[in-house]
């Protein structure tokens, strides 16, 4: 006698850019990985009923809504995702977890540590399982990366870690003044959104932040306001401005619990940095380093290799003995930047099947907004702050 | 008032690893490009009634049949896919093509010139839209190099086409003898299998080839028959061996009938080399390099650049200015290899609803297989060969 | 009427590491660049007899000296070239000046920011010809930044300026103590001795620094002393160990005076990087990256490029527009480290024949203690500094 | 009692480009490595008056002659050293033979076979240590291929040798007719100026060809004559053309002894390419990939190294364990062309000295223009050519 598989139902709040991510996540999973449940996108959720009825269309769900509370409360729904703007993420998971939801929340996990705390409370209390799409850690070479610092490949202790996050997408400063350059709505700018990304690759490959020291940097402090930019008026002449709010960029210093050091940057003012995260590791035997615009490559530098033949090695992330890629395509056949949510959600399925949550769960949501806070901290009193 | 989308049925024969990729290509194809018809995973097709139906659950399709007859001449269906192996291509497009239906066909087109032009016959009598699944054309970077080239970006005359497609998973002597290395199935081995790709780009970037003098070799000429080599037994002692039929490496130059001069190679025993398929084009006014590992870039290199200022630039093809990007992510955030199935897939519906065939066709599925039986010619006679 | 050339004898205080590369320098300005003096490897100097005679015969002097004292004195010499250790730097200069000899002198100019005030009072009292041996800033690469910057290539804003100076030749804990770990003898550690480069191509390529805040470690505490090294004792058993007293790595952000972000890094404890000076500029308009371990290239992005064509440039600085390069080989045909001497020398027997010092001055030895004085008061302090 | 080093007298016939190469590597030679003689750069000879003793000068010589015939009877001369155009290499070789002078002969060793074998056997009849100038085998990076191929890294077989020499410098149409593009002073044009550098390495690294077959194409048939050039007339208008009787590409395909496959192309018409030597070498167990625009790096892939971290190695080939680069800087200060030549005749010394020839001999020059006939006589008849 064989069991039929079961199947989770998801509701997800929010249907934008995340939204299509999340999305073909959901569809993608269950075809290339071999999980313990079906997967069914039962109802999307947004503001506006004709926007998430065409999204709805357009993504692959079941049911339309415009009211999260009904679906979060909806007995049918299994797992909520939630990948609305930041402001709201609290108050959704609070109630998802009342309702005995799994939960998947979008990075960051809220807008403030108090908030994080008081998510982390609940799906504690509810004893739901709980993750935080913080998609980079399921590339493929940042896996791999994990599983060779932990057995060892770098040796017993790690002296570096320097990450950059880097884009150019505000770079010209008659890009108007989008809602992500708006404090009250946004919260912060290259900080939350990609400083974000590589202070949790930080966390996860080298260990918890003991103390950081930064600066934050507005380049261009005004901004035409929307509508105009959208009418074609330029910044030179008869435009209005609007002020921008938030950092244009971070650079920050630090150091981890372990003893390692910590060096970060994330700009969105760097010409022909598209999606630009580059690591480096430095440990006592050897060293990492990673591009994610090269995101199947790892580079490897061993220092056990024999004289003459050293030098960094440069794997394509792609075998069958790599992290996920065996239920992808064959070697040398790469995989690309949605891969990373998909491999996510097929974790997170078994995570729900077995009730037993997996990393990066809301603790991690948490810890990341404690090392976000401390550095605009230490920005805003030009001074060290311990995490 | 609106009309309704019309929806296009898909009946697939074939479900193994090119299967898995067109299956892919067929669901994700409506969720990322604007399509004029829905598609509809409706039948796929297999020998084994038990694979075949386990197919049909993993990769999302409807209904399942073992009898390929049976699907071509249902009146339900509207294309019909064929990713068989080579042998039945012909049989298959040509009774689809009889039914009337759109028809699809991995590449190669079939075994020989003298199939290819039978089916080409049929599907130009049918008055059926054909296109032949050379999925490479539509990697982003290749076709902005095409886009570029039409466009003058490389001069006026191309000098210099060459290619590389190597690989290296036989590269051990003790790798089994797999039908993929049996004349009699396979027809040849790294020529048909990995050459043929780069004969079409050649084709599709280039033009025409004029003339041909090639090689074909076999390194290792007996293997482990398969089930020894299953049961793992060695090659060194008390196995049986088993006659490679096919070649392992394939090297030739030409020219085409533009006067540029080509250079091809094609291997399965290249240690490290995993699907690394590298092309440079030479023109009068610039050149054009390209790697399939990392085939989100493309490399650009324009004399006409200020002089201090000339390189071969590193593009990253994810911008919204560059083919087929914009359907995905934002820049940056790279593709991968079913992405080139799911781009094909979506012109292939598009050139359905308007009844108008699409490059690549089976003219050119034909032009390949002329090209290729030439290379092999005139390997044999140690001569040069005209198309 | 023709003149004939002048010819400048230089007498070279020191002979070591330096001695070789700086030798090698006058050796070989005269007899690639065209220039307005002969040059005369006239006498070098040294502590040890023994070791200074088999210096000179090996690089190239005619005469071997014991005594700086009476060398700086020789009315014969027109140029002392001091590569001495760093602490005999001030004395050797102080004396040089007062016999009116154009002196050229290893980086970093003196111990300290007094001294060095001391050194540049001395040679403009004397007016004579002065320049600090900073020969990265003559790497074709970085003067073609440098030309490329000046011009506006990256626009009228400067955002940043990112660079790291890495080698792991201490990396290994069992490496001795050699004299450049101890603070006596040699000030700082990375700092002095690698940040001092990436702190000058700063200044030179973006501008002077406004603040500063940064972080110094010392990774390996105590090593081996050398004598026990030296007999091959392991750090393991029995083994004395003695003190490092210098930095390992330095690690720091801060800002330029014309608004632009700093972040810089120099370390000794990154496995499997050798001589790995990596820059990163972003400005208004593009961006330039530089790698000292490729050298001989340059990657620009230029956002005006037209909009499908944008990418990184790998110009490859062998042309005869690049700077210095035309005095080499043919383009494509590399040179290396000892080059970057023989550009600087070249340029500094036209500034002595001019009378006219060219940059880097003992002005920039100056301002580039400063930095590292600030750099280091920060550490301590655990603060900000203002230069 | 020790003895004092002999002193090495050289006549160097030939002062161009070759010749200015030539005499940094003499110069240098001595002052990088412990040689067991003396070099003196006793007379450099070339045929016109002003020109040579310019030359002298500039490039360090003791005497100016404009007549080969006493240079090469002269008694204090050791070492005759040939830089001159190809078609007197024979004639003064056979000269310095029959004087008992030790030869180096730039390549190619001379015009055609027939010259080849006189010069070999008059070496070898006056027992004279004679080498051919292919200063690429002193790359450190291919010495270093030579010996890893040797030790069996790459495994007991070899399977393909790929290499490509691409420059750019004709390709404008405009460029004008030079004596490297006429046949009759220049021989051939990209197949015995550059191919013959690649041809050498296939069989230095490779082993002997057994059989080729080529193409050779001239693209461009007409160009201004030089002094129409000169006075800066274009090619449109009122021009005079003259034809170009060499080629400016050649591509070939080949066969090793040992069983491997050889594929090779030369161009001066690849846009961007300025000095591009790439080779690729396929072994049984392990590839090697190297490229001349980055020649301090070699590529090593190792199918031996264990699952997860298998990848190419980018080795920076300027360590202590890695031939030659101990004696010149540091790891990771790269060095450039020139010291190809420098690393050449430092061996050379060693083999006049010791009496004993080094590769590569005349012997190899030999083999060389076996090859280059070999594919000439391919082109030409349209078929494979046995060696």
Redesign the interface.
Known sequence: MTMPKPTLNIGMIGYN?MGK?H??GW?QAP?FFDLPADVNLHTICGRTKKSVEAARK???WQNASTDWKSVVQDPAIDVIDVCTPNDSHCEIVLEAARHGKAILCEKPLALNVAECEKMLAAVKKAKVVHMICQNYRRIPAIA?AK??IERG?LGD?I??F?A?Y????I?D?NFPLVWRLQAKIAGSGAHGDIDAHIIDLGRYLVGEFKEV???M?T?IKERPLLDQAAAGLGAKAGKKLGKVTVDD?V???G?FKN?A?A?L?A?R????????ITL?I??????LAFN???????Q????T?S??????????V??D??PYTGA????????????TFVNTFADFVKAVVSGKSTEPTFQDGLQNEKVLAAVEKSAKS???VKI
């Open positions: 850019f991510a999305s073909n569809r075809k357009r993504l692959g791999l599983k060779m490949d202790r002296y570096h320097r950059r880097a884009q150019d997408w770079a400063p020291c930064g600066l940097e380049f960029a650079s920050w210093i150091r003893g050091l060096n940057e700009t003012f760097a010409r022909g940095r598209k999606n630009h480096e430095n440990g006592s035997k050897g060293s994610f615009e090269d995101m199947n490559r790892l490897f530098f061993d220092s290799d004289g003459d033949r050293q030098g960094f090695r440069d794997i394509i792609t075998e003995t790599h992808w395509w064959p070697p040398g056949h790469i995989i690309g930047y949605e891969h030009r001074s060290w």
